[in-house]
């Protein structure tokens, strides 16, 4: 972080910064925790991509659903040609014993959030990619159309990868296969990157990509890096039962972040899509 921009970051918090630690985690932004005498602050910026004004209005709506915790922002900005986001920082802790309870509990509160139409008000970002949210009365058409043919148009643009016939087969497929649900407020990129635990030891959610969708959405997500433990789906399912034979259909869900993925990071993840494409389409 050069000077001058420190500079500037000084003057908009009107106080001194007295240490700058670099954090590590994430590839779309650079991120730091700055150190005051007021208290601790979390930044981070990017030079090519305004990604935090739709950030923050995610993690307000996400605070008004008063469920989960979330970090709040103290501002966004723009210092020549930097986009920034500066929030409070949150202070780790150790999971308490009924962390993953309470994590399934008011994941399910948070979808018992509905609206009639899948989408949302405006667009925001999955990673560094424009993640379109126009609505839909349906959820497969949601689905096709706002998220998986997005994504096969960047994949063909970028990589030179063709993948619409391998996914019209499925496409066909799917309003047999899904289930009839109102549309959830979701996170929408609930992996274990976007989860902390805060100094009481809640929940704390970060880097959200909300919208009103499928709320099996998010719980394919946990599921596609690891995995949470059990006792999370167990209390989720308490709470809200999700329909018989979700865990078939978590794959299909996955298409979407995989799709990033290969966007993102290259072809690793396209013969994995193959393999979940060939699965439903045989």
Same mark, same amino acid.
């Given at each position: 972080? &050069?000077?001058?921009?420190?500079?500037?970051?000084?003057?908009?918090?009107?106080?001194?910064?007295? @240490?700058?630690?670099?954090?590590?985690?994430?590839?779309?932004?650079?991120?730091?925790?700055?150190?005051?005498?007021?208290?601790?602050?979390?930044? %981070?910026?990017? *030079?090519?991509? &305004?990604?935090?004004?739709?950030?923050?209005?995610?993690?307000?709506?996400?605070?008004? *659903?008063? +469920?989960?915790? +979330?970090?709040?922002?103290?501002?966004?900005?723009?210092?020549?040609? +930097?986009?920034?986001?500066?929030?409070?920082?949150?202070?780790?802790?150790?999971?308490?014993?009924?962390?993953?309870?309470?994590?399934?509990?008011?994941?399910?509160?948070?979808?018992?959030?509905?609206?009639?139409?899948?989408?949302?008000?405006?667009?925001?970002?999955?990673?560094?990619?424009?993640?379109?949210?126009?609505?839909?009365?349906?959820?497969?058409?949601?689905?096709? &159309?706002?998220?998986?043919?997005?994504?096969?148009k960047?994949?063909?643009?970028?990589? @030179?990868?063709?993948?619409?016939?391998?996914?019209?087969k499925l496409?066909?497929?799917?309003?047999?296969?899904?289930?009839?649900?109102?549309a959830?407020?979701?996170?929408?990129?609930?992996?274990?990157?976007?989860?902390?635990?805060?100094?009481?030891?809640?929940? +704390?959610?970060?880097?959200?990509?909300?919208?009103?969708?499928?709320?099996? !959405?998010?719980?394919?997500?946990? %599921?596609?890096?690891?995995?949470?433990?059990?006792?999370?789906? &167990? @209390?989720?399912?308490?709470?809200?039962?999700? !329909?018989?034979?979700?865990?078939?259909?978590?794959?299909?869900?996955?298409?979407?972040?995989?799709? !990033?993925?290969a966007?993102?990071?290259? !072809?690793?993840?396209?013969?994995?899509?193959?393999?979940?494409?060939?699965?439903?389409?045989?």
């Open positions: 972080m &050069n000077r001058d921009f420190l500079r500037h970051l000084e003057k908009k918090l009107k106080v001194k910064i007295l @240490s700058v630690i670099r954090l590590y985690g994430g590839c779309i932004n650079k991120a730091y925790k700055l150190e005051t005498l007021r208290g601790h602050y979390f930044v %981070k910026f990017n *030079s090519s991509l &305004n990604l935090f004004s739709s950030e923050e209005k995610g993690l307000v709506e996400l605070k008004l *659903s008063k +469920t989960f915790y +979330t970090p709040e922002v103290i501002m966004t900005g723009r210092y020549v040609g +930097t986009y920034y986001i500066i929030m409070e920082f949150i202070e780790p802790d150790n999971i308490k014993d009924n962390f993953w309870e309470l994590f399934g509990q008011k994941l399910a509160i948070l979808h018992k959030s509905h609206k009639d139409r899948f989408g949302l008000e405006y667009d925001n970002y999955i990673g560094s990619f424009p993640q379109i949210n126009s609505f839909e009365f349906k959820s497969v058409d949601f689905f096709i &159309n706002a998220r998986i043919l997005p994504q096969l960047i994949l063909e643009n970028r990589l @030179s990868v063709n993948l619409y016939s391998d996914f019209c496409f066909k497929l799917l309003p047999d296969i899904m289930p009839l649900e109102k959830s407020l979701i996170h929408g990129d609930l992996w274990n990157g976007n989860y902390l635990v805060n100094k009481h030891g809640y929940p +704390t959610l970060i880097d959200p990509a909300i919208y009103y969708g499928s709320r099996e !959405v998010d719980i394919a997500m946990t %599921k596609l890096f690891g995995g949470f433990p059990q006792k999370f789906y &167990n @209390s989720y399912n308490l709470e809200f039962p999700l !329909v018989s034979n979700w865990q078939e259909r978590l794959d299909i869900w996955n298409l979407y972040p995989l799709l !990033v993925h966007n993102l990071f290259g !072809v690793n993840y396209i013969s994995q899509i193959q393999t979940i494409l060939k699965r439903f389409s045989d």
